[in-house]
């Protein structure tokens, strides 16, 4: 459970900080040539190239998103030892509480009272998923 903890923590971080990165590509594009309403499929897709390769390009988003890749990476390994049933509401609301917690420390507005909420509600699922499990697990063992 610790492993998918922290695949969740290391999601959410990464999501904060890639928002960031992708607000900076925001405006990059908005200075950048946008395709014109007749141009032929191949100008759109050179456009569309050359957007894509200025978001690799913002550090403060393709580090994150190497990091959350490699995360991505560790949670299909955790996916071979744990129950699907428990790996993804763990990570999840781990990431969704993560995600909330970084944004808060970079600076983002948040509204605090509805993330808490949903995080109880997320909490109290987990929690009931979990000790179903345990229960599930203890019935086999008799």
């Not at 998918?4 to 925001?26: E, H, Q, S």
């Not at 100008?43 to 490699?70: C, D, E, H, T």
């Not at 600076?107 to 605090?112: C, D, I, K, N």
């Amino acid at each position: 459970m610790e492993k998918m903890i922290a695949v969740g923590i290391v999601w959410g971080a990464t999501n904060a900080i890639m928002r960031r990165g992708a607000l900076l590509w925001d405006e990059a594009l908005k200075s950048s040539a946008k395709p014109h309403p007749h141009s032929t499929l191949c100008q759109k897709m050179r456009i569309s190239v050359g957007n894509w390769a200025k978001l690799l390009s913002i550090w403060q988003y393709s580090i994150p998103f190497l990091i959350n890749l490699s995360a991505s990476a560790t949670f299909f390994a955790i996916l071979s030892d744990a129950p699907l049933s428990l790996a993804v509401p763990v990570t999840n609301a781990t990431t969704f509480a993560a995600t909330a917690v970084f944004g808060i420390l970079l600076g983002e507005r948040t509204h605090l009272p509805r993330a808490f909420f949903d995080k109880r509600i997320q909490h109290y699922s987990v929690h009931r998923e979990v000790s179903e499990q345990e229960w599930n697990h203890q019935e086999r063992d008799k």
